[in-house]
């Protein structure tokens, strides 16, 4: 027997109680990386599924999403908000995870989504926020601030419109369907938009590379749109959009009696919310601040880091960052 093969002969493998003791961390603790956890809260009758993040004790973000989304939207951009503000993404009722009783008998419209989500800040005991607002959001967020101006210390709004210029040409059939609430106009709606198809392209029209979005965006968006009695949500819903366009002039006067900081940070390819819809904040808030970015409606999917980046330079320079006590504002 060669030296080699004897000295390989006498090697052993190392006991249990040798091998090196692993500590256990927090997930994200070796990054830095603020943990996003799920909720469930009771308010105006329904089980609000949400998403937090970050000190309980930090100014805090409020999140609304739009059609046909839920919080997951928010899933990149929470953790990179949520080291310096409390972060909290609900789910509107008929979308995400949100549960709504059969017996709370709910009338999905617009004014209903906006008095869940106030319910909701109340059980959460949140009497400020900025307000960050996308698509449906955007009417659901701006009800809340018409009716409190004083607790919204800031808006962002992403893709959330509040002017007739903002509407662009891919809502001709919705208008029609406003004009005609006809049975026969309601089946376009639901060929056309409530398929996978049609979601699908609203998060990739506009985007240079379409590829890049990630598929289980759309794909789950459609997976919840497909659950028994939805369709009929989103389509009661498409017909109660009317509501906000009426409510436009009533929202761009708060905006001109309040002035909110506000940023509009927009995907200028937009076929539903055009850049001019960005564009009009100016006429009310002559301080807003406008970014267009190179992609579509579903700007987070494809410009997260940007969106991120504008908004912690926004709120921290309205002083939305500052604690309690804080004289400036901290890096």
Known sequence: MSETTSAKSTKRAPLASEAPKLVPRA??????????????????????????AGDPAAPVVLLLHGFPASSFMFRELIPRLADRYRVIAPDLPGFGFTEVPAERKYA???????ETIEAFTRALKIDRFALY????GAPTGFRLA??????????????????????????????????????????VIRNNILTLEGT?????????????????????????????GNKEIQLDLFLDYA????????????????????LAIWGKNDPFFIPSGAEAFRKDVP???????????????THVTEIAAAMREFLDANGVGRRRGESVVSG
């Open 27 to 52: 997930p994200g603790a070796e990054v830095g990386i603020p943990v996003t956890s799920i909720h469930k809260a009771e308010a105006d009758g329904v089980r609000v599924f949400y998403r937090a």
């Open 108 to 114: 999905y419209s617009f004014a209903g989504l906006a």
């Open 133 to 136: 607002v996308f698509d449906y």
């Open 146 to 187: 018409m009716a409190h101006p004083d607790r919204i210390t800031a808006i962002v709004s992403q893709n959330g419109n509040a002017y007739e210029e903002g509407l662009g040409d891919a809502w001709g059939p919705i208008r029609n369907y406003w004009a005609t609430p006809t049975p026969e106009n309601r089946e």
């Open 200 to 228: 699908r392209w609203q998060y990739t029209h506009g985007v240079t590379h379409p590829e890049s979005v990630p598929p289980e965006s759309y794909t789950l968006d459609t997976a919840l749109l497909g659950r028994p």
């Open 243 to 262: 509501s906000n366009v009426k409510l436009y002039p009533k929202f761009q006067e708060y905006f001109r009696q309040s002035k909110p900081p506000l």
């Open 287 to 301: 301080n807003a601040k406008v970014q267009l970015l190179d992609t579509g409606h579903f700007a987070i999917e």
